[in-house]
């Protein structure tokens, strides 16, 4: 389709040393040569963006770019036999927003193979308060169930429990019928008790979460979501029950990890990771099915904060100092 009517998109450049991002209009002509085209609804912000808007780690890769990493939408136009104008649909991942062209825009053109039909029973809105935050979430507790942990199997930790992930994992696992302990640095009575109205049950927030475990610690959890690694990882492999799982999928704290094999060898535990970026197809089709059942409108209306395309960047920054707590969704047309 060949138009002169514009839409607003969030471009990133380099000019020089510096990055520079600003509302531009553009045309459907400027977007990059893809097989389908999407009205795009919302996107979210994540721990990612803030590390590309502050240069950091080489997340943009190609400039201009437009940010994203997921986004909910409407097919237009379509070259794929998969889908057709009409059709709802959502992207997380594939190193959209980093490679490509991503959801910070109204309209978008992305690759087929990229996309997946929103399920029976879930609207655009609701994708994007999920995102690419829960979407991750819900891999992470089918992680877990694979591995045998069962709502009656214990108390599960949930690290980094006031981010996105953290948060919806949250949620999720309450919902199911889990007995969770969700584990923060702040001892605001605030944040504690955010947390336990998305579900936790107890609020872990001690000193012994910053210094290296013993080997061996005595055993309180019968599963863990770790979004933070380094030592937090590290104490949660020694405090597993014997047979537990750790879940992980964040370096939030550091992607080291000093450990030993005696949970390992001893306590029968596991350490699985979960990717989001590159999960095949069928499994994100299973992980998105669920979430329309698995956590709750309370818990995804008290998670999130919805802020305008134009506000991207100053969020993106106050998420990598911190300074957020829950999910953002970006309402790409307010």
């Known amino acids: 389709m060949t138009t002169t009517n514009t839409f607003t998109a969030l471009v990133v450049e380099r000019e020089g040393k510096e990055l520079v991002s600003s509302l531009k209009q553009l045309s459907v002509d400027d977007l990059p040569d893809e097989d389908v085209l ?13 590390l590309g808007f502050a240069d950091r780690n080489k997340i943009f890769r190609i400039f201009p770019i437009v940010p994203g990493v997921d986004l909910a939408g409407t097919v237009v136009e379509s070259k794929s036999v998969a889908f057709k104008p009409g059709d ?4 997380n ?6 490679r490509y062209w991503g959801g910070y825009s109204q309209m978008a053109k992305i690759r087929s193979d990229f996309l997946v039909h929103l399920p029976q029973g879930m609207d655009t809105r609701k994708a994007m308060l999920i995102g690419t935050a829960g979407y991750t979430a819900m891999l992470m507790v089918m992680t877990l169930e ?31 019928g889990y007995e969770v302990t969700a584990l923060t640095r702040s001892q605001e009575p605030s944040v504690h008790a955010y947390l336990k109205k998305i579900g936790a049950r107890e609020v872990a927030c001690g000193e012994e979460w910053s210094k290296p475990p013993a080997p061996l610690e ?15 990882l590290a104490r949660i492999l020694a405090e597993l029950n014997y047979g537990g799982c750790v879940a992980a999928c964040g370096l939030a704290g550091g992607f080291d990890l000093s450990t030993t094999v005696m949970p390992f060898i001893l306590r029968g535990v596991s350490l699985r990771g979960v990717d989001s970026v590159s999960c095949p197809t069928p499994r994100r089709i299973a992980a998105w099915e669920r979430l329309v059942t698995d956590i709750s409108d309370e818990a995804l209306a008290t998670i999130n904060t919805v802020i305008p395309l134009q506000d991207v960047p100053r969020y993106a920054g106050e998420l990598l100092a911190g300074k957020i707590t829950g999910h953002l969704m970006v309402d790409v047309n307010a």
């Open 38 to 50: 999407i009205q795009v609804d919302y996107s979210t912000v994540n721990y990612k963006e803030g």
């Open 93 to 98: 991942g594939w190193s959209v927003g980093e």
């Open 146 to 176: 694979e591995a045998g942990v069962k709502p009656d199997s214990g108390p599960i930790l949930v690290t980094g429990a006031t981010g996105g992930v953290g948060g919806n994992a949250v949620a999720i696992l309450h919902k199911l």
């Open 218 to 232: 005595a055993q309180k959890w019968a599963g863990a979501i770790d979004n933070v690694g380094s030592t937090v």
């Open 88 to 91: 709802k649909v959502v992207l």
